[in-house]
């Protein structure tokens, strides 16, 4: 099968995007994609409800714990790969490459397109962890990075460099790769905006039939339950921060509510639209944390200054150690932080990458790549070593609930008990509280477009109902997983997006490659122009 391609279109394929779709009820979806999705999701909640979920979850944790054990190396060095292809790439002549074609512009400006970035991808991460994880690596919670020891000069400086490089290069290599070849094949090849695509260069036109079908299936599914983790951990995080604040029981109800309350306005924001929606709510949530990480670093300001280059320190001198498996002494640690992420980032790559390659058209794959790499690791930099850095300083000095129990007590509290040692703790808890839900209302509507993209054959638009199903569907899972067995269930959830991250690694690099071929039809494309005006 050879790829042949001009620009814009593959003319060796006659697929048409959606020619399998079905229309019912004002609907239009992938007639296998959807049923297999749906009935599959369904599914899996039944037979949890008929399962004990501690009994369930044990069983779902020790396969994840078998995979993160004995394929770590595929992890790690997958995540290695990732950043090396796309350094490569930026760098290279096929960086000048435009999304779209020569003529094509962006959609968006690039202050709202970042906005958008974070929006879906890490967003409600650094809340969650900014705080938990510095201080978890330089207490000894769960072991510390490359054995350093606690509570020292050198176990702060690895804690915050660890925390950079499990934030950084290698993340957004993961994501930004996964974007990259999405987006290519959408905006030059002429494909429809799914996963099957980007493998059109190796499988031709078998990507259309079961193969193609079993990768988008896997790719919902896995998409779905992502989605569902994070609403479910976020709702936990922000229930838990109302109820430090307000007084209010710490319940199902509560956490229950929080998620109506995400799913309500994640709805709104579907109906108004991309740019009335994800885009207003991406730009207010990097106003907000941006005002938020500044008020902190201003009450701080020396300790910041030190954390921020203490963390670029430790990042750049144990770049390498960090990115390795052999030799390795900090065996649990490695597997349960740095594996752990880079199999998260992996199973969560289709999702952020379905959305961004709807927002990049008319970027070159340099500006594409280096703006996906640079800017963002430089501000979860900034936010890992502020908020870090300060948690960190309240355990030496022993101020505050940190201080006072000498690291972690509560993973989900740890952010508001660093805030409430300030004199205006509970002014800035109620922002952090408001940055959690806005940062998951723009992931649960971003979630919502991407899945229903999916699901309805890669068309790029699809009636508003879909994705408002959608944003129901995946918000009901977070609720009935918490119904069901609380934060236990939606762990086990997690467990299994880390255990569908394996073959989805060995896809992403088989991606990069079909990616790569793609391209250089790009570099052939003039030379064989310029041949053909020769001959004639």
Same mark, same amino acid.
């Given at each position: 099968?050879? &790829? ?11 697929? !048409? ?26 599914? &899996? ?18 396969? #994840? ?5 004995? &394929?770590?190396?595929?992890? *790690? ?18 960086? #000048? ?15 709202? $397109? ?24 330089? +207490? ?26 499990? $934030? ?60 569902? +983790? ?43 639209? *991309? ?57 649990? $640690? ?26 990049? #058209? ?15 690791? *430089? ?14 300083? !309240?355990?030496?000095? #022993? ?6 129990? !000498? ?14 040692? &300030? ?103 003039? !030379? ?9």
């Amino acid at each position: 099968m050879s &790829f042949k391609s001009n620009k814009y279109s593959i003319e060796s394929t006659d697929y !048409q995007v959606g020619q399998d779709n079905i229309n019912k009820w004002g609907m239009d979806v992938h007639n296998t994609v959807f049923t297999a999705s749906a009935g599959l999701s369904i599914l &899996f909640i039944v037979t949890l409800l008929m399962m004990a979920p501690e009994n369930a979850k044990a069983a779902i944790d020790s396969v #994840k714990g078998s995979v993160l054990a004995n &394929f770590d190396f595929l992890f *790690m060095w997958g995540g290695n790969l990732f950043l090396i292809l796309a350094a490569g790439l930026a760098l290279s002549p096929l960086g #000048k490459i435009r999304l779209g074609g020569e003529d094509a512009t962006a959609d968006y400006s690039m202050a709202s $397109w970042i906005a958008m970035l974070f929006a879906a991808g890490m967003g409600i991460g650094l809340i969650f962890w900014g705080v938990a994880e510095p201080t978890a690596f330089f +207490t000894n919670w769960f072991g510390t990075p490359l054995g350093a020891e606690p509570f020292t000069a050198e176990g702060r400086e690895l804690a915050l460099g660890a925390t950079v490089f499990h $934030w950084g290069l290698h993340a957004w290599a993961i994501y930004g790769m996964a974007a990259l070849c999405l987006a290519y094949f959408v905006y030059n090849k002429g494909l429809p905006l799914s996963m099957r695509s980007v493998f059109y260069p190796l499988l031709g036109d078998r990507v259309w039939g079961k193969v193609g079908d079993f990768i988008d299936v896997m790719t919902v599914l896995v998409t779905l339950f992502g989605l569902a +983790t994070s609403l479910g951990l976020g709702g936990s995080q922000a229930a838990s921060g109302i109820s430090h604040v307000f007084g209010f029981d710490n319940g199902l109800y509560l956490q229950q509510g929080i998620i109506v309350l995400i799913m309500g306005l994640a709805i709104i924001s579907v109906l108004r639209g *991309m740019d009335g929606g994800v885009k207003f709510l991406s730009n207010l949530n990097m106003v907000i944390a941006f005002v938020f990480l500044a008020l902190i670093a201003v009450l701080n300001f020396t300790t910041v200054l030190d954390s921020v280059a203490t963390a670029v320190t430790g990042y750049v001198k144990n770049l390498i150690p960090l990115s390795q498996t052999a030799g390795r002494e900090d065996t649990t $640690w490695l597997h349960g932080w740095t594996v752990f992420y880079w199999a998260w980032w992996v199973a969560y790559a289709p999702f952020f990458g379905m959305f961004v390659a709807r927002i990049s #058209k008319g970027r070159t794959v340099r500006e594409f790549l280096m703006c996906v790499l640079i800017i963002p690791t *430089m501000v979860t930099t900034a936010w890992m070593s502020v908020f870090g850095g300060v948690a960190i300083q !309240q355990v030496m000095d #022993k101020v505050g609930k940190l201080g006072l129990d !000498q690291g972690i007590a509560d993973v989900s509290l740890s952010l508001f008990y660093m805030l409430e040692a &300030f004199p205006f703790g509970d002014i800035l808890s109620i922002i952090a509280v408001v940055l959690i839900v806005v940062f998951f209302v723009t992931t649960l509507d971003s979630g919502s477009i991407v899945i229903d993209g999916m699901v309805a054959g890669g068309k790029l638009e699809v009636p508003v109902k879909q994705k408002v199903i959608w944003a129901l569907i995946s918000g009901a899972i977070a609720m009935v997983m918490l119904w069901i067995g609380g934060t236990e269930s939606i762990q086990a959830l997690q467990s299994i997006t880390i255990i569908a991250a394996l073959p989805f690694t060995v896809i992403l690099v088989l991606g990069c490659v079909s990616l790569i071929k793609g391209l250089l039809t790009e570099v052939d494309q003039p !030379q064989a122009a310029a041949s053909a005006t020769k001959e004639g």
